[in-house]
């Protein structure tokens, strides 16, 4: 069975600074991972994805990620974050057969100006 | 860009009452999938949907749910006699095969009184 830890339930940082949301996943075979952003009132967008490629995955908006297996972790950064960053991000794997997928616990992140 | 839309953005009902929450999946995907996320809880996989039938479901998906494509475009959720524990946002999310990206629709948030 897989399943993800989101380390921060929130995250409080001010515009223009770098954002870091954690996230550790546990899985019995090579897994594809997601990181999926929801602003209010809207639906649940890919920021980007990991489907064992390159580590170091880059999404939408300057955000990236990078898959460490020995840490089993897949950490989402951004270098400075804006304002329009507020939001609640999801760390999310996806099963061997390809159909379902498992969802952390989300992290609002907070974007102070 | 194409998306998902689901109807109602939210729903009141009476606790033993069904409630059929509607889906359109974009067009040419043919994978569908219903999720959802109870408050302060993970967002949770239900169900997925191919070729007409269920090609997996989850332990919550009991007989008092049910999923169904009644034409080309809609793709439905039934919940035959609700209970106070089915109030949650639910997500509806399509793909265009096994394995590739689910795209979220915004939601529907049930409350059962």
């Known amino acids: 069975a897989q399943s993800v830890t989101q380390l921060d339930s929130h995250v409080s940082v001010s515009e223009g600074t770098p954002v870091l949301l954690r996230c550790n996943y546990s899985?019995?075979?090579?897994?594809?991972l997601f990181w999926y952003v929801q602003h209010p009132n809207k639906g649940l967008q890919l920021l980007l994805k990991?489907?064992?490629?390159?580590?170091l995955v880059k999404g939408i908006n300057g955000f990236e990620a990078e898959f460490k297996k020995s840490e089993t972790s897949f950490h989402l950064t951004k270098p400075s974050a804006h304002m329009s960053d507020a939001a609640e991000y999801f760390c999310?794997?996806?099963?061997?057969?390809?159909?379902?997928?498992?969802f952390g616990g989300g992290t609002r992140v907070l974007v102070k100006p | 860009e194409p998306e998902v839309t689901q109807t109602p953005s939210h729903q009141v009902t009476q606790m033993g009452q069904e409630v059929i929450l509607r889906c359109v999946p974009i067009?040419?995907?043919?994978?569908f999938y219903w999720y959802r996320q109870i408050l302060g809880q993970k967002v949770e996989f239900l169900v997925s949907?191919?070729?007409?039938?269920?090609?997996?479901k989850s332990e919550i998906f009991d007989d008092q749910f049910s999923v169904e494509r009644p034409d080309g475009s809609n793709f439905t959720l039934k919940i035959r006699s609700t209970k106070l524990e089915d109030s949650a946002m639910y997500f509806c999310?399509?793909?265009?095969?096994?394995?590739?990206?689910?795209?979220f629709g915004p939601g529907t948030r049930l409350l059962v009184l």
């Open positions: 067009s040419n995907h043919l994978y």
């Open positions: 949907f191919y070729n007409n039938e269920i090609s997996e």
């Open positions: 999310v794997v996806r099963d061997a057969a390809g159909n379902k997928l498992t």
């Open positions: 999310a399509s793909s265009t095969g096994v394995g590739e990206t689910q795209y």
């Open positions: 899985s019995s075979y090579s897994p594809s």
């Open positions: 990991y489907t064992s490629a390159a580590t």
